[in-house]
C-alpha cells in the first residue's frame, strides 16, 4: 500500500511517501501528481520518501519523471538514497566524452615516450612492459606512431571495460591492514599468508560485500511477495477555523466559527498482501539465482587471491635464491681480485688482471645490491596483499624446494575446471537469472491481485471509543502502457545475450587456461632439468679456469668469463624454478581448485 499526503502553500508544494512504491500505487501517484503539481520557477516542490520502503521499476521511472519536472527528493535511508543516486547520475556529451578520450590518448602517448614510468600489478602486463624495455627500436616517427596508437588503443579500452579490470587487480593487489605491528619477527608460512589474505585482501573483501547486497536484494523481491504489516497510535489536538472552508455566515446564526479546540485518541494497524503478481514471483527468482551467482563469484575471488598471494611468495624466494647466489658470485670475484692483485704483487701477472677482476668484483657487487632491494620489494608487495601490519617485519618460513607433479590429460583437466571453475557456475547462474528477469518483463502483462485492510480505534478517549475499519480487494489489468512493458522486455532480451555470449566466453578461457598451464608446465619441467645441468657444467668450468689462472696458463679475462657463464647459468636455474612452481599453481586455478589444493601443487607442508 502506498499513503500519499500532499499540502501546498504559495511557495512550496510537499508531497509526503510512505510505503512501497509499485504498481498498481505507481498509476495512482502519478494521476495524483498530473493533476496537483504546478511548475512555477519560484514554487519549490519537495517530495519526501523517508517513509518509502520499496521502489520498482516502474516507481524508478516516475520518479526520474518527478525530477524532471522540478521534484526536489528528499530521503535519510542507504537505499532510497541509492536509487536517488542513480536517477540523477548524468553523463556528458558524445562529443565531450570523444575530445576527452583523443586529448588523453596524446598525453598519454607523449607521456610514454618522453619517458614515463609503466606500473603494473599483473604477471601477464609486466611480462609486456618488459618486452617494450627490450625490443628493438624503430625511427623516431614509427616509434611516436606506435606510441600514439597504443595509447589510444589503452583510453578507449578503459573506456569500454578497462576501469573494472583496473579495479579487480587493485582490488587483489590490495587490503585491509590488520592491526598495528609489532616487534616480533613473525615467521610466515604460505598456509598462515593465504589465510590472512582470505580475510584481509580488498578484493576478498569487496566479494564477500557483494554477495550480502544480493542476499539484500533477494530479501527485498522476497518482500513484494509477503503481507506487509504496520501498526499505529496518536493522540491529536486540534482547532479549526470554519471560515476558512467557505462557512463565513455562521456568526450570523449564532455558531461559533472556531471549532475547538478538540482532542482525540486513535490506534490502528494495517495489512497488505499481493495475492498473485507473476512478476514479483519472477524476480523473486531471479534474484534468488543472482545470489547464487554472487556467492560463486565470491568464491572465485578467493581463487584468484590465493594465486596473487601463491606468486608473490614465489616471488620472495625467487629474490632469496637470487642474493645467495649473488653472494656467491662476490665472494668469488673477491677471491679473485685477491689472487690477481697477489701475482700483480709478485711480479708474475700483468697490472690489467687486477683491474679487469676488480670490475667484475664491482659488477657483482651491484648485482648483489639489486637483488637485496628487490627482495625488499617482493616482501614488501605480499605484506600488501595479505593484509600484515604496516611497518611488520617477517620472513618466510616455507622454502618450497624443487617438487614435480603428474599432469593430467587435457579432456580430464577440462572435465574438472567445467564442473569446478566458480566462474564458469557463477556465470551459469548469472544467465539463468537474466532469463528469469526476461521472464518477470514479460509478467508486466498478467494480471495483479491485491488486499489491503485496516482497523483502528478512535474517540475522545481511549475509554470512549469506538472502532472504525476498511477492506480492499482488487485487480489489475495492464491495458496500455506506452511501450514501458515491450521496453522492459526488450531490454531483458538484450541482458540474455550478454550474459550468454559471457558465459561462452568463460568457457573459451577455461579451455584456453588449462592448455596453457599444461604447457607451461611440461616447459618448465624441462627448463628446471636443463639449468640444473647447466650449473654443474658451469661450476666445473669456472673452477678449471682458476685452476689454469693459478697455474699462469691463462690470464684472468677466461676466468671473468667463466663466472659470467655461471652467473647467467644460475639465473636461469632460479628463472626455471619460480616457473615450475608458478606453473603448478596456475594449473590449480585454472582447475578452479587453488584455494582448497595449493598445498598439493607447490608441495606445501
Request: with cysteine.
Amino acid at each position: 500500500m502506498l499513503k500519499i499526503s500532499f499540502s501546498e502553500i504559495p511557495t512550496e508544494e510537499k508531497w509526503i511517501l510512505e510505503g512501497r512504491l509499485t504498481e498498481p500505487w505507481v498509476r495512482e501517484l502519478r494521476t495524483i501528481w498530473k493533476r496537483n503539481h504546478r511548475t512555477a520557477k519560484q514554487r519549490a516542490c519537495i517530495v519526501d520518501l523517508n517513509e518509502i520502503t520499496f521502489v520498482d521499476k516502474s516507481g524508478e521511472r516516475l520518479l526520474r519523471a518527478m525530477v524532471r519536472e522540478g521534484a526536489q527528493c528528499i530521503a535519510s535511508g542507504t537505499y532510497i538514497k541509492r536509487i536517488l543516486e542513480n536517477l540523477t547520475k548524468g553523463k556528458g556529451s558524445v562529443l565531450n566524452r570523444l575530445t576527452g578520450f583523443f586529448f588523453a590518448a596524446v598525453i598519454a602517448a607523449f607521456a610514454v615516450r618522453f619517458g614515463a614510468q609503466c606500473i603494473a600489478g599483473g604477471i601477464y602486463i609486466k611480462h609486456i612492459l618488459e618486452n617494450l624495455t627490450i625490443k628493438g627500436k624503430g625511427s623516431v616517427l614509427n616509434r611516436l606512431t606506435g606510441f600514439f596508437f597504443a595509447a589510444v588503443a589503452a583510453v578507449f579500452a578503459a573506456l569500454i571495460g578497462g576501469a573494472p579490470a583496473k579495479a579487480q587487480n587493485t582490488a587483489v593487489t590490495g587490503s585491509v591492514p590488520s592491526g598495528p605491528a609489532s616487534d616480533e619477527l613473525v615467521q610466515l608460512t604460505l598456509r598462515d599468508a593465504i589465510k590472512m589474505a582470505l580475510q584481509y585482501n580488498l578484493g576478498a573483501i569487496e566479494s564477500g560485500q557483494n554477495a550480502q547486497i544480493a542476499r539484500g536484494q533477494r530479501l527485498l523481491a522476497l518482500s513484494n511477495l509477503l503481507p506487509q504489516v504496520s501498526a499505529g497510535a496518536s493522540e491529536n489536538v486540534q482547532q479549526v477555523n470554519l471560515a476558512t472552508f467557505g462557512f463565513s455566515g455562521l456568526k450570523l446564526q449564532g455558531i461559533p466559527t472556531v471549532v475547538g479546540p478538540f482532542s482525540y485518541s486513535s490506534v490502528d494497524a494495517s495489512v497488505s498482501q499481493t495475492l498473485f503478481s507473476y512478476e514479483s514471483i519472477q524476480r523473486f527468482r531471479a534474484a534468488r539465482t543472482a545470489e547464487q551467482a554472487a556467492q560463486l563469484s565470491y568464491q572465485d575471488i578467493l581463487d584468484v587471491v590465493t594465486l596473487t598471494v601463491g606468486n608473490a611468495y614465489l616471488r620472495i624466494t625467487e629474490a632469496d635464491s637470487r642474493i645467495k647466489a649473488q653472494q656467491a658470485q662476490v665472494q668469488n670475484a673477491r677471491a679473485l681480485y685477491d689472487r690477481a692483485v697477489d701475482q700483480v704483487q709478485a711480479g708474475t701477472a700483468p697490472r690489467i688482471d687486477a683491474t679487469r677482476t676488480e670490475v667484475q668484483l664491482h659488477t657483482e657487487e651491484y648485482n648483489l645490491s639489486i637483488a637485496r632491494n628487490n627482495f625488499a620489494v617482493a616482501k614488501l608487495a605480499l605484506g600488501r596483499a595479505i593484509g600484515l601490519p604496516l611497518g611488520q617485519e617477517f620472513e618466510l618460513a616455507d622454502t618450497l624446494p624443487y617438487s614435480d607433479i603428474t599432469p593430467l590429460s587435457v579432456d580430464d583437466a577440462l572435465q574438472i575446471a567445467f564442473k569446478s571453475r566458480s566462474d564458469f557456475r557463477s556465470a551459469l547462474d548469472s544467465q539463468k537469472a537474466a532469463a528469469q528477469t526476461l521472464s518477470a518483463a514479460k509478467g508486466e502483462r498478467y494480471p495483479t491481485v491485491a488486499v489491503n485492510g485496516s482497523y483502528g480505534d478512535i474517540g475522545p478517549t481511549f475509554g470512549n471509543s469506538h472502532g472504525d475499519f476498511t477492506f480492499q480487494a482488487g485487480i489489475r489489468v495492464p491495458l496500455f502502457t506506452g511501450g514501458r512493458i515491450k521496453g522492459d522486455v526488450t531490454q531483458a532480451e538484450a541482458e540474455l545475450r550478454q550474459r550468454k555470449a559471457e558465459t561462452e566466453n568463460i568457457r573459451g578461457q577455461i579451455d584456453q587456461d588449462i592448455r596453457t598451464a599444461l604447457l607451461n608446465l611440461n616447459a618448465a619441467k624441462e627448463q628446471v632439468e636443463v639449468a640444473k645441468q647447466n650449473v654443474e657444467l658451469a661450476n666445473e668450468s669456472l673452477a678449471r679456469s682458476k685452476d689454469r689462472f693459478t697455474s699462469g696458463v691463462t690470464d684472468s679475462v677466461e676466468v671473468v668469463q667463466a663466472e659470467q657463464a655461471l652467473a647467467s647459468a644460475n639465473d636461469q636455474y632460479i628463472t626455471s624454478l619460480y616457473n615450475h612452481n608458478f606453473a603448478k599453481l596456475s594449473l590449480a586455478r585454472a582447475l578452479g581448485v587453488a584455494r582448497t589444493n595449493y598445498n598439493q601443487y607447490l608441495g606445501e607442508k
